[in-house]
């Protein structure tokens, strides 16, 4: 014990503003972005204590001196800085290394840890207040708080086993996490716990030669090491950016160099009007202060990128390359499409994804207007980007991304109308891909709806008539020939087999049978009805059915308007299957001169082919013949 109240630090000037100075403003940064973290109270904490300590012992000294004071308030200083070692010491020594970065337990196997320290200081201030007999540092200044009893060894006994546990479990934990933490974490912890380890070796060894090396130089080693612990945590906060005090430091730059220099304007421009105009005159005044108001937005813009460059380049480098991307889609150079790879470059993640929100119906589409599902890889974060209370996209992004949001909320903002325009041109993308499959749809449908009724007519009505066709002639049969009755049976057959054949030639519009066994025999077939000499060449290959349907129809459509309109004698038609589209042309050596009009056939032709997302060409010169070519997409 004797050692233990040995190891009072004396608080001289220097270490004491030294602490403090590190301490206090890493707290206040620390617990001004994240109160719920208990690191920054720790650094404020200590700061309190280390400063209070040297108040103390200035006012115990004074006291002690004969000089004057209080009694009372002299025995207290002279306790609290003979005690004041503990929290400062300890608490950083435990509790720090427990809980940095985070300000969360590893896991709850560190809670008996974590215990035995908290426990252990507490018992030591309380043997520190309690033990009777001379302060160790004031030898002749009694403890006014001092009792006798036999428990106070064994208690400090305890507290130092408690606090050796506390220490060295920290450290412990500390070493693990190294170990096992990704290489971020490690950065950040290596210099705490570099720092840490240092404290587990100076203190002890310290406070065990106390009396051995001297109180000077214990004192000093121990004052040291115990720097080194703030220290190394400025170093982990500043330089991998923890707590956003990048962030803080950074507005905090930018708002003292603009306050120092529109300050200096205001005073430049009132005393140069000032001297200029003359006392008594408020136009110096009014004139400064239209100056700084103009002033204000310019200069902080400066500020602020020559701040970025010399402090975060990556921001600085990131809104650059938004800020020409910006130029670029203004003048017409680049597309609203790009604006995926631009984050992902300004960002530093070429697996970034933005994935367009559309609140009609509540999905998200990529920059074609597909709807996409957001991915859950591991390691991979959202952030929703919003234009006031309009959510416009989100961001698929690293995670690492999150513990720097300065950089990725001014990249965002920066991108804003970017986002937006590309939002809408994927939305408009989206309306477009609808209308085309409804239209894909309806002529389906069409289809359908004509080959049930092609069916219809020729299982149904078609059958019907020759069955009623062959019972005529049954009794046509039985009457006498040459008859009255026998002749109007006759011709009466004859009218019914001109509506059946009639009844063919419709059901053969509504969609031929031959497609059955494929485009190239339903053209051949087609060809065969042609009074013109007619060439076909077809590939074999099968299409879906809407392909070969509309195919055919096209096809039909041509050879009636060359048999009506072309004056043409021979006719060549071809289809085959050329980069991923089934090409089908007809030929004419006609008269040319065509043109697709309203409620033309080649306006009808033209709709079915853009229906299945082709396209219809008609190649047409007067005397040279015309050429109507369509192009159907099947895979």
Avoid at 210 to 228: F, K, M, Q, R
Wanted: charged share 20%; glycine share 12%; with cysteine.
């Amino acid at each position: 014990m004797e050692a233990a109240h040995g190891t009072r630090f004396d608080l001289g000037a220097g270490f004491v503003l030294a602490l403090v100075a590190v301490l206090l403003p890493l707290g206040v940064m620390v617990a001004f972005r994240q109160p719920a973290n208990p690191i920054g109270w720790i650094f404020l904490g200590v700061a309190v204590t280390v400063g209070l300590g040297g108040l103390a012992g200035s006012y115990a000294d004074y006291w002690t001196s004969g000089e004057g004071g209080s009694d009372g308030l002299g025995k207290l200083a002279a306790w609290y800085a003979s005690s004041s070692w503990i929290p400062w010491v300890l608490i950083p020594a435990t509790f720090l290394l427990l809980l940095f970065p985070d300000g969360k337990l590893p896991g709850s196997r560190w809670r008996p840890v974590a215990w035995s320290a908290g426990i252990g200081i507490g018992l030591l201030l309380v043997t520190a207040l309690l033990t009777p007999g001379p302060l160790e540092d004031y030898k002749h200044v009694q403890n006014p708080y001092g009792v006798h009893t036999g428990i106070i060894d064994p208690l400090g006994g305890l507290a130092f086993l408690l606090v050796a546990i506390g220490i060295f479990g920290s450290i412990a934990s500390l070493v693990l996490r190294y170990r096992r933490g990704h290489r971020e974490l490690r950065e950040q912890i290596k210099w705490i716990a570099l720092a840490g380890g240092l404290v587990a070796v100076v203190v002890p060894v310290g406070v065990a030669t106390y009396d051995v090396v001297g109180e000077v130089v214990a004192n000093s080693a121990i004052e040291l090491s115990i720097l080194t612990l703030p220290l190394a945590a400025g170093v982990a906060i500043l330089r991998y950016r923890l707590y956003e005090i990048d962030l803080v430091i950074n507005r905090t730059l930018v708002y003292g160099v603009l306050t120092a220099g529109l300050g200096g304007i205001y005073a430049a421009v009132s005393l140069g009007l000032g001297v200029a105009i003359g006392a008594g005159s408020t136009l110096p005044t009014a004139a400064a202060t239209l100056a700084v108001a103009l002033l204000f937005r310019p200069l902080r813009a400066n500020i602020q990128a020559a701040v970025d460059k010399r402090f975060d380049r990556a921001r600085y480098e990131g809104l650059r390359k938004v800020e020409h991307f910006l130029g670029e889609l203004r003048a017409g150079r680049a597309a609203p499409e790009e604006t995926g790879r631009v984050l992902a470059d300004a960002l530093g993640d070429p697996r970034l994804e933005v994935l367009f929100w559309l609140p009609a119906e509540e999905i998200h589409v990529d920059a074609t207007g597909r709807a996409v599902r957001e991915p859950a890889a591991p390691g991979r974060m959202r952030t929703p980007v919003r234009r006031g209370d309009l959510q416009l996209a989100t961001l698929v992004h690293d995670e690492a991304l999150c513990r720097r949001p300065n950089l990725l909320e001014s990249v965002i903002a920066a991108s804003g109308l970017a986002i937006e325009i590309s939002r809408l041109r994927a939305e408009v993308r989206r309306r477009l891909a609808e209308v085309e499959d409804s239209r894909a749809r309806i002529v389906t449908a069409g289809d359908a709806e004509r080959r049930r009724l092609e069916r219809d007519l020729h299982d149904g009505a078609q059958q019907r008539l020759v069955a009623i066709g062959l019972a005529l002639r049954h009794v046509q049969g039985l009457l006498r020939p040459g008859g009255e009755a026998a002749t109007e049976v006759d011709a009466t057959v004859t009218e019914l087999t001109d509506a059946i054949e009639e009844l063919r030639e419709l059901a053969r519009g509504v969609r031929p049978a031959g497609l059955d066994d494929g485009l190239a025999t339903a053209l051949q077939e087609l060809a065969t009805r042609s009074p013109l000499r007619t060439t076909v060449e077809a590939t074999d290959e099968r299409f879906e059915d809407r392909v070969e349907t509309a195919a055919y129809f096209v096809a039909s459509e041509a050879f009636a308007n060359v048999i009506k309109h072309a004056r043409a004698t021979a006719i060549t038609v071809s289809a085959n299957k050329r980069n991923g589209n089934l090409v089908v042309s007809v030929r004419d050596d006609g008269i040319g001169g065509a043109a697709a009009s309203d409620g033309s056939g080649l306006v009808g032709m033209g709709d079915r082919v853009a229906a299945l997302g082709g396209r219809l060409r008609i190649d047409s010169s007067p005397d040279a013949g015309t050429v109507v070519t369509a192009e159907l997409p099947c895979g």
